[in-house]
């Protein structure tokens, strides 16, 4: 279902020329998304909670599917990509939160870090996928063929799920008797701390993504590279980074179950916020500098989030996730405007 996420980013610095943006406008697409997506995470989630999380997930599925589709055939523009794009985002937003939901109804607390890990690392895979199709496709038949090609990702990824949970009943619980979302977390300081802890986390993690390939496509123009073979390249690179990612998911959620998600979360957090002070000052740096570096930043970040998620009760868990979501993608998607749009024209 996340093929499409990464498309637009990989193909930036091509988009940027063809299609005739500024740096601003070539960021407000990112922006769009973000916003789209957090929008989605809100409403989605609120409606699970009344009709059920999987009949949500399964819907949000089916309509990714067609805005996808969409996107591949109809964005030729920029104003087109933006309100596509937008509209994909707020589609998506139903398969993340209710996916966490349908965990939650299946896995005891010591077992879910490590299956919600299972999930984030599809996730990431999704993200490299996404990478991986478009650079070859890119090359060969323009950014037209990259959307199209990986607008195929949610159209099969929909048919994989609707036989997957065929037999999963759709289970609505009912709100446990005076607890509710001002005093179960508004009023619950170690989950607020949390809460913002996790939000300027995604805000860089989520920017980071945004301007990454267009980052390392500058990397690779400034050793020679044409301005083609640059994004390509700087898709399988930034690829790598998602799969390394993919391996610390799983892996770091099942660490949590074990040594506890506080230890993991701040071992991990540490560790991330020193690699993100080192990375975007390599862009004069040889490849082989820059790859450890990327590898290095993305592997403990895509690993925090497994480790984030609560041992709380079920019925506190879908509100919770879904607000978090939300301030999460919100607040991450401010720095898309800026960085990616300007290292995109660096590399063209």
Known sequence: MTSVFMTYAAVLPVLRTQWGMSAPAAGSISTGFQLGYAVALVAFSALADRVGARRVFLGSAWLSAVTATAFGLGARSYATGLVLCTLMALSQGGTYTTAIMLIADRYPPERRGAAVGWLIASSSAGYALSLLLSAPALAWGGYETAFLVSACGPVVGVVVLWFALRATPNVVHPPRAGVRFGAAVLRNRPAMRLIFGYTFHSWELLGMWAWTPAFVAAVFAATGAGAIRAVELAAYLSAAFHLTGL????????????????????????????????????VAAPVAVVFPSGRS????????????????????????????????????????????????????
């Open 297 to 348: 930043t993305a592997s403990p970040r895509s690993a925090i989030r497994p480790s984030c998620r609560p041992r709380s009760p079920r019925p506190w868990a879908p509100p919770t996730s879904a607000r978090r979501s939300r301030f999460d993608r919100s607040s991450a998607s401010a720095p898309a405007p800026s960085r990616p749009s300007c290292l995109a024209g660096s590399s063209t």
């Open 247 to 282: 391996v610390a998911s799983f892996s770091m959620g099942r660490l949590s179950d074990r040594l506890g998600r506080k230890v993991v979360l701040f071992g991990l957090a540490a560790t991330s916020a020193g690699c993100s002070l080192v990375f975007g000052w390599l």
